[in-house]
DNA sequence: TATAACTATTTACACTGTACATTGTTTTCA
DNA sequence: TGAAAACAATGTACAGTGTAAATAGTTATA
């Protein structure tokens, strides 16, 4: 089922493997496998079949070594997961061509974006747990671009970490509906509004006026947009966090300025 | 390591759980456990001791049965753990006392912070995924009540359901790094600061000149609050997520008069 | 050439979800 | 009253999981 962050896996052993130090052994055989192939293949299998298809031995097998092999790369499962998060993160690692000419807003509306479709692209991210933060070279990457697009606004050191966190955490929680849809649909073919409608005699006889708002609001939404649009819900709260960091910045340079 | 959300069970059989159907069976004998038993116990199992510990021979131990008994009441654990979703809602299915006297802003203050404790008591809730929406009763009167936050302020029914849904989309992804923390703390008894100082040293001669900002603003950071403070993001985020909404309002109301 | 250092493998164990066949219990109907 | 239907519970079995432990094989260094 669910992740290991036991006191297992020694942390400073991830931090040498993600940085790549503890390499160029001098003696013993050629290893068939390196560190890179054994972490691709993950991702590689997470991609295509799932999370819960990255299993020591799939993982062994697809890089060519026996199940056992696999520990003699990666400390145990949870700093494979690490190491996929962090490896994968490096797709969110650099800035667009047009940068330069983006304002904040542009560039915050880029990264949210950039993020939402990373998770799409890999929800199997969205459903695991790590142990510790990670802080591999491709994540601190990410940050260093999603930092630099808050810089010189006169926000000060705390206010762009934390607006930088608070802009990731809300596309990550938004993203979560997406994926779930996303994975449901490639796993069995049927969309939510294709499942609801053989569900919906079921709740015919409900008693729904308990719900009076819910049942009102969830009507004229489904007539809308089904059971539900992620994407939609996602922009709107977007927009309406970028409105809340635009009144926090317009403050910020009015005290400047004083 | 997570979900099946494969299409094994058939979903109008989890709305009968659910809704309390297909209850009340004529013949055979009594059963040993009642499904609130088992739903009640593998809530217990995970709180307790994490998701990961919630098989289904714990639960079917946990209330008295064999192993495969919990087959006679639960179509498979993907059931299970909708189950547990909706029932443990029911923690946030009511109103506080003093709402009448809240406005629109406090109301969904408290909306946001009770899922935010809600989380944190449950915290196996943040790392599962369910295979469609969850259309239990408990989750309807949560629904409910958050909209009842936001009655009367001349948004439309989209705007609503658009706004709640972001609201707790916002909680889910800020509670995520809460989550992980408390439960790395609860199985190891280490904080994240704790175990910082013992990788430091293997970070040392990292070069970090690539990422300028990152590392000037991670310092500033860590010294005020270390390896991160993620209730600190979770305000943060919330209040300009709250100065959004509050611009959103005043154009409608706005709208209204014209 | 011997040894240390390293990779790879085999075997084993305790655990998982659940398919399948069977037994036991209670109610209903002929 | 007895047979049948409906349900609950169980035992056995299988393919999969993570990984501990012991062993064998390979290479660079002393």
Known sequence: MSQEF??????RKLIELMWGKSRAP???PKPKASLEDIVAAAISIADSEGIEAVSTRNVAEAVGISPMS????VPSKAELHDLMLDQVTAESAARPDDWPTMNWRQRMTFIAEDAWHFYLRHPWIVQFQT???ILGPNTMASYEVALSALEGLGLDEIEMDLSVTALHNYVLGAVR?????????EAT?????????????????????????????GRVAGETY???DPERAFRFGLERFLDGMAMLIERKKQQHVT
Chains 1, 2 share one sequence.
């Not at 509906?177 to 649909?185: E, S």
């Open 131 to 133: 142990h510790r933060p």
């Open 6 to 11: 036991a006191g297992k896996g020694d942390p």
């Open 177 to 185: 509906d997406a994926a779930r849809a996303q994975t449901v649909l």
């Open 189 to 217: 073919g049927m969309t939510d509004d294709e499942w609801w409608p053989s569900i919906e005699p079921f709740l015919a006889d409900v008693d729904f006026s308990p719900y009076p708002l819910a049942s009102h609001v």
């Open 226 to 228: 089904g059971l539900g």
């Open 26 to 28: 001098r003696r013993g």
């Open 70 to 73: 696999f520990y003699t790369h």
